[in-house]
């Protein structure tokens, strides 16, 4: 069981401060409509979800702004306690002004995350719909919205607590099988059971992964020795001047990124210094953090300037990416080329930063090298914890498959089910919602 939420009453601007139609300003707690009720003029609001036409007085009692306010009586709102919610004009003085009245009046000003945690504390949604409204949030893309909003309305929590019931029920059998060690039809029957969930769980991990993917994004790193067009190649599959760009070679010292979507799929890309050995102290340090880039990045997209030739620091870096998600750009392709594909152990696209060629196939080999085989149309949102929970649990069970002895099998069910209990929050520690609270906005 979670402790109840703090008897606090919490407020906070939910909208974004600035120029606006209006602003919202959300009070919730057990006396939220008191405090609502202590700065405006209007003393009742009877009815659920009905928005009144009043004022909001300062300390001296003088109308300050006309506002909407509306009650959400508990359980029936978002955080499961009374919610008042005021709508100022829009504006940062006025918004700021109508939370400050608030937190005179007996509210304290709200924590991150604090509305949705209540939420999830209260019972009106578990940890995996508390992602997906953080996923909502955070959308960069129209398929990363879906798959949050699939998250959101249940999806997940549905998928998970059927594949934890069908968990619990061969555990349940097992219990009959050590009871009753010489019957043969419920060992048959549970390797059954086994093959199902391994199978929903592999498909569930697939959707997350999905999810995750477009949820979190593709990093992408440009590599290669000076000179070789990486920032003309940047600037290219942005389609605009983001990257300073001159003959002169090692002009990029720094990194630089910059974000497009690619089918739907968030990049980042980052443009690094040249490649080489310099005893340029600033140079050196770019180099050092280009090396650093390529090797926290998802794919490498390395950079030869195919009119120049293969070198051996080319060779030297190049064998440093087989194995990783990488390819070989041979960029001024519309000059002679000098580089033979032949000589390169990895994928080799012909490309051409001025005239625009080959960029298409680039993105759509990144995208390919990102995604392999994950359905991003049936993607999940889930947050790197829950994807580790469910590929432990598929794990576990997949071990519990392969095992001989029964007491493990029942052993290894528990930990899957464990899991997938984390995984929608059940029984989660203050540590983990503090980590995972602490991730939204003010006023959510």
Do not use: W
Request: aromatic share 2%; net charge negative.
């Amino acid at each position: 069981m979670h402790k109840l939420a703090s008897p606090d009453t919490i407020a906070a601007i939910s909208t974004a401060l600035g120029h606006s139609g209006i602003a919202i300003i959300r009070i919730s707690g057990l006396d939220a409509v008191n405090v609502a009720c202590r700065i405006v003029k209007r003393k009742e609001f009877p009815e659920h979800g009905r928005m009144y036409l009043t004022s909001l007085l300062d300390d001296d009692g003088k109308v300050i702004d006309r506002v909407l306010v509306v009650k959400f009586s508990a359980p029936h709102s978002y955080t499961g306690e009374d919610i008042v919610e005021i709508h100022t004009h829009g504006g940062s003085l006025i918004a700021r002004t109508c939370l400050e009245l608030a937190v005179k009046n007996g509210a304290r000003l709200a924590e991150p995350g604090e509305f949705t945690r209540r939420a999830f504390i209260n019972g009106r949604i578990d940890l995996s719909q508390a992602e997906g409204v953080l996923g909502v949030i955070q959308a960069k893309s129209q398929e990363a919205l879906r798959a949050a909003a699939r998250t959101l309305t249940g999806e997940l929590s549905h998928r998970a607590h059927k594949i934890h019931d069908e968990i619990l029920a061969l555990q349940s059998s097992m219990e009959i099988q050590l009871d009753f060690p010489e019957g043969e039809t419920v060992s048959d029957d549970i390797a059954a059971g086994l093959g199902r969930v391994i199978s929903e769980l592999q498909e569930l991990v697939s959707q997350c992964s999905a999810g995750m993917l477009l949820r979190e994004g593709l990093r992408v790193v440009i590599a290669g020795r000076p000179n070789a067009g990486k920032s003309s190649l940047m600037n290219a599959l942005l389609g605009r001047n983001r990257a300073i760009v001159t003959d002169i070679p090692g002009t990029t010292r720094d990194i630089i990124e910059e974000g497009l979507v690619i089918h739907g799929v968030p990049v980042r890309l980052v443009d690094t210094a040249g490649l080489r050995e310099t005893r340029d102290v600033i140079e050196a340090e770019g180099v050092k953090l280009a090396l650093q880039a390529v090797s926290e990045g998802d794919v490498c997209l390395y950079v030869i300037d195919a009119s120049s030739g293969l070198e051996r620091e080319d060779r030297e870096y190049l064998s440093q990416l087989v194995d990783r998600n990488a390819l070989v750009l041979l960029n001024k392709s519309d000059l002679e080329c000098r580089v033979r594909d032949e000589d390169i152990p990895l994928r080799v696209m012909n490309v051409s930063a001025k005239t625009g060629q080959g960029l298409d196939d680039v993105k759509n080999a990144m995208y390919e090298l990102a995604c392999s085989d994950a359905a991003l149309s049936e993607g999940l949102n889930v947050s790197a914890m829950q994807l580790e929970e469910l590929r432990g649990s598929l794990q576990a069970v997949r071990d519990a498959r392969d095992s001989l002895d029964e007491d493990v099998i029942a052993g290894l069910l528990g930990v899957a089910r464990v899991s997938l209990l984390r995984v929608l929050g059940i029984d989660a520690g203050d540590e983990l919602l503090e980590s995972m609270f602490s991730r939204f906005c003010v006023g959510k």
